[in-house]
């Protein structure tokens, strides 16, 4: 039975859906890509894997034309010539292969990317995996249909079919194996949409398109409603424009019902080292979680620079964070993972300052070496160098310690009090008392979810050599008897 639609007592049905006689097919030339040789390894297990997607980032795209995603030797990429004229794609585009593999099966993962004014993105971040028989030595012609999308190709786009042996979302085979892959003539058949003007001519008479117009026009408006109470004033206050974090009431219970963070009140100026220091689930990581953004309080508020936060505020741009640990990509170097970070925020290159977080990182001729190589202290420098670019007026390093060797810890000391002293904010958490006494210049003191003090580390003198590193242990009478007056 043909699919069906009931509107205001007209029943409306086509045969097939989307309806057959809309969707034109498109065959756009394939040539093998310039950076790109015809010859895929895969290595034994599959490891290392190409990326096509970083968790919370998405699609990883490139670095200038490269793709970041792609590892050499294990993919291969076909590139259309520049499109003449706008595609729109509604559904799965197809390409045929001539395989000719070592093995009796091949295992091939596909992928359609959009390079626009050079940076290759993965629209629908979605991979085609195949897995054929194939005779060894021999060509064997593979038609794939790719994952399925719609989307809207601008002319002057060139898409990309990358192939790759591997890919991280999936399990691949053991065994070694070599396969030269060609893409026939027939190129990459895209499914299209006609262009508007003909696409309905019957129903788009005028009165429709009145109505067409009026209600783009309300979407219009709720539109710009909705991006100026995302982005605009009503989360502004401008008594704290000046302010780089004010951190009021804020409170957190995760859904076991436990109370990790309870009106939670502080503040961190211009110029200022600040400690957030406490011993395990104090309510640290918790509270720094609000403070970007990650998670939302149940109660309180944050504000950088006189902005609410809430998740992805534009304002917390400028802002950098190294929060719940590094993650990188494995198989790139220290340095591409940097650019690829970077790229990912869409800012211009010259912002950077690469140089002055390479120089904190102080990871030398290792920037040059894949992440997987580095040791844990290595990870972790990088990971305050990634939080460092861009140069933020509020940098929040979450235990920048952790895995850290007793002179790296001396380094980062000075390094982080000249950041202060250039008028930016630093905060970092921390257990160990006497590291917050050497690093900061101030303090909030947490226990079980609470702020006990608040003020210079001159005013609160902590007690130098003391760790709260065990949970069960307790903050010393001396901080407990800290007076209320000091927050
Ligand atoms: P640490 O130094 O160990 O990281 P912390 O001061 O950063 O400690 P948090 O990680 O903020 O402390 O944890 C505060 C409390 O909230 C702890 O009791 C912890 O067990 C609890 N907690 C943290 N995350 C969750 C979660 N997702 N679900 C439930 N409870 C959580």
């Known amino acids: 039975m043909p699919p069906t639609q009931e509107s205001d007592g007209e029943i409306a049905s086509a045969d097939t859906y989307p309806p057959t006689t809309d969707v ?11 950076t790109s040789l015809p010859g895929l390894i895969n290595p034994p297990g599959g490891v290392p894997q190409a990326n096509t997607a970083l968790p919370g980032l998405g699609a990883l795209g490139g670095f200038g034309t490269q793709l970041l995603s792609a590892i050499p030797g294990q993919s291969t990429i076909y590139a259309t010539e520049p499109l003449t004229e706008d595609l729109t794609i509604v559904g799965a585009p197809q390409v045929t292969l001539d395989v000719t593999s070592n093995a009796d099966q091949t295992t091939l993962f596909l992928s359609v990317w959009e390079v626009s004014s050079g940076q290759p993105v993965l629209p629908r971040r979605l991979v085609a995996p195949v897995q054929a028989d194939v005779t060894p030595g021999e060509s064997t012609e593979i038609t794939v249909a790719l994952p399925m999308a719609t989307w809207q ?20 085979p053991d065994e070694t194996r070599v396969d030269q892959i060609a893409v026939t003539d027939a190129g990459l058949t895209v499914p299209t949409a006609p262009a508007p003007a003909e696409a309905a001519p019957g129903w788009f008479n005028a009165e429709s398109r009145g109505v067409a117009i009026a209600l783009a026009l309300v979407l219009l ?28 009431g804020l409170t957190k219970s995760y859904p076991d019902g436990h109370k990790a963070v309870q009106d939670v009140t502080w503040r961190a100026e211009r110029g200022q080292v600040v400690g957030l220091l406490g011993p395990n689930g104090a309510g640290k990581t918790t509270t720094l979680r609000m403070v970007m953004g990650l998670i939302a309080p149940n109660d309180g508020t944050v504000h950088v620079l006189g902005h609410q936060v809430s998740a992805g505020s534009p304002v917390l741009g400028r802002v ?11 198989h790139l170097t220290g340095l591409q993972n940097l650019h690829a970070l970077w790229a990912a925020t869409g800012r211009p290159v010259e912002e950077a300052h690469f140089e002055q977080a390479l120089d904190a990182a102080a990871l030398s001729d290792s920037v040059h070496r894949p992440v997987k190589s580095y040791s844990q202290g290595m990870r972790q420098r990088l990971g305050i160098a990634a939080a460092m670019l861009g140069m933020p007026e509020v940098l929040i390093l979450d235990e920048p310690t952790n895995g850290l060797d007793p002179p790296q810890i001396a380094a980062m000391r000075p390094m982080l009090q000249d950041y202060a002293a250039t008028g930016r904010t630093v905060i970092v958490s921390s257990h160990l008392l006497a590291e917050v006494e050497m690093t900061c210049s101030h303090v909030v003191v947490m226990h079980a979810g609470k702020v006990l003090a608040t003020g210079s580390v001159a005013e609160i003198g902590v007690e130098e050599g003391r760790s709260w590193k065990t949970s069960s242990s307790r903050p010393s009478r001396a901080l407990l008897a800290i007076p209320v007056s000091t927050r």
């Open 24 to 34: 034109g097919m498109a065959d756009l030339p394939l040539s093998l890509d310039a």
């Open 221 to 248: 408006v709720i539109g710009v409603f909705v991006w100026r109470s995302r982005h605009q004033p009503a989360a502004f206050d401008a008594e704290i424009a000046d302010v780089p974090l004010v951190v009021s």
């Open 320 to 330: 950098g964070a190294l929060v719940e640990g590094p993650g990188f990509l494995p």
């Open 153 to 172: 190709v601008d002319a002057g786009s060139r898409l990309q079919v990358v192939v790759s042996a591997t890919d991280s979302a999936f399990a691949s």
